[in-house]
C-alpha cells in the first residue's frame, strides 16, 4: 500500500482531532478546529458533542458550516438556546471538555492575542478581538491552540492578552481564580507544543520531515524541547479521505 500524501495543514487538523476524547464535550468555531472536531467523531471519538457559540449543542452538520450561526448546525442538534445559556450554563459552570481557540499571537506562555498587532492606542493592525475566546479560555475544562507556525505569530510576548493562557506562568493563572486548566497543547503544521510545569510551551513532538531548527526559525523566543521528544503519526488514508470527501469535498481549508 503506498504512503498516502497529505498537506501540513491536514497534518495540524489530524493532529489535533487525535487529541480529542471519546466523549468530550467541545466548544468549537468554524474552519480547521471544526474539521478537527468532525474528523476525531468520524473515527475514535464518536460520541463527541460539539457546542458552538451561537447556542447549539450537539451539532451534527451535513456540511462544513459557514459560520457559527449557519443553519446546518441546527439539524439534529441535541438542543438550541440562547447565547448567553451556552455561555453561562454550559461553559461557566464546568460542562464545557475542551475549548479550540486561535489568534494571530501565541507567547510563550499560552497567552492569546486576537485584538491588536502594535500598541494599543495606535495599532499597525486592528484585529476581530476576542468574541467568546476570552470566556473560554478561562473557563473550559482544557484548551487546545491550532494555529500555522510562522515567527510573527509566536513573539516571546503578546502585543495584547486577549485571552489568558498561563500569563506570566501557571500560578499566575492559578492565583486569578479562573477554574479551567488553561491551555494543554498548541498544534502548529510544524510540532506540538505543550506547557511545561511552569506555563511555558516546550516542543514535545514534531511532525513528520521537520526539523527543530524549523521549529525554532518560525518561534520569537528559544524555546525549550522536552526531552522526551517524539514524532507524530502520519495522517491515514481513512483521516483523508474523511477531510476530503465528508468534510471539505470543495478544499476550502485543507488545500
Known amino acids: 500500500m503506498s504512503n498516502p500524501t497529505y498537506s501540513k495543514t491536514e497534518l495540524m487538523i489530524v493532529n489535533a482531532a487525535r487529541l480529542l476524547q471519546d466523549g468530550d464535550l467541545v466548544f468549537v468555531g468554524v474552519g480547521a478546529p471544526n474539521l478537527a472536531c468532525n474528523?476525531?467523531?468520524?473515527?475514535?471519538?464518536?460520541?463527541?458533542?460539539?457546542?458552538?457559540e451561537a447556542g447549539v449543542i450537539g451539532a451534527q452538520p451535513a456540511r462544513l458550516p459557514l459560520s457559527i450561526g449557519d443553519p446546518t448546525l441546527v439539524s439534529g442538534a441535541t438542543a438550541v438556546c440562547s447565547m448567553y445559556e451556552v455561555f453561562s450554563l454550559y461553559l461557566q459552570r464546568g460542562n464545557v471538555d475542551v475549548g479550540f481557540l486561535g489568534g494571530a499571537q501565541i507567547d510563550r506562555f499560552c497567552n492569546i492575542n486576537a485584538t491588536v498587532i502594535g500598541d494599543y492606542q495606535h495599532p499597525k493592525?486592528?484585529?476581530?478581538?476576542?468574541?467568546?475566546?476570552?470566556?473560554?479560555?478561562?473557563?473550559?475544562?482544557?484548551?487546545?491552540?491550532?494555529?500555522?507556525?510562522?515567527?510573527?505569530r509566536f513573539p516571546e510576548k503578546v502585543d495584547f492578552c486577549t485571552s489568558a493562557g498561563f500569563l506570566s506562568g501557571r500560578a499566575e493563572r492559578e492565583k486569578s481564580?479562573?477554574?479551567?486548566?488553561?491551555?494543554?497543547?498548541?498544534?502548529?503544521n510544524l510540532a506540538i507544543m505543550k506547557p511545561d510545569i511552569n506555563g511555558e510551551l516546550e516542543v514535545t513532538a514534531l511532525h513528520p520531515g521537520v526539523e527543530l531548527n524549523e521549529v525554532q526559525e518560525n518561534t520569537g523566543w528559544q524555546i525549550k524541547v522536552s526531552s522526551q521528544l517524539e514524532r507524530t503519526l502520519p495522517p491515514t488514508e481513512e483521516e483523508l479521505h474523511i477531510l476530503h470527501v465528508e468534510l471539505d469535498p470543495t478544499g476550502i481549508y485543507v488545500n
Open 39 to 52: 474528523l476525531a467523531r468520524r473515527t475514535h471519538a464518536p460520541n463527541l458533542m460539539m457546542v458552538y
Open 125 to 152: 493592525v486592528r484585529l476581530p478581538g476576542s468574541g467568546g475566546s476570552m470566556e473560554i479560555a478561562a473557563w473550559a475544562n482544557r484548551c487546545y491552540i491550532m494555529t500555522p507556525h510562522h515567527k510573527r
Open 177 to 188: 481564580g479562573v477554574r479551567g486548566k488553561g491551555p494543554q497543547a498548541v498544534v502548529t
